[in-house]
């Protein structure tokens, strides 16, 4: 999987040995790239409970910047992960 700020996601289950990357950008994470990675490889004889997962490197906070509109794609739940920068960007 490649990415450039978005997040690399690495699934493993060690018990049906089957591996699996996604790449999870913002309109990938929320439109449920995690969960069709999940059912994909629970397609391939996985069992939920034995799938681990690890986050690669990505963009940290402090260097990426949205403006309001963007910030208000998402749920009032989701407001917390958005810190206030420079007026109007979040």
Not at 47 to 66: C, D, K, L
Request: negative net charge; contains cysteine; charged residues 20%.
């Amino acid at each position: 999987v490649v990415t450039a700020d978005c997040a690399p996601v690495l699934f493993g289950d060690p018990v049906a040995q089957v591996v699996a990357a996604a790449h999870a950008g913002w309109r990938g994470a929320v439109g449920g790239v995690i969960e069709s990675t999940v059912a994909a490889m629970a397609a391939q004889g996985c069992e939920r409970r034995n799938i681990r997962a690890v986050i690669g490197p990505t963009i940290a906070q402090a260097s990426y910047e949205v403006d309001a509109a963007m910030r208000d794609r998402f749920s009032g739940e989701a407001h917390r992960f958005f810190v206030p920068g420079a007026e109007g960007r979040w």
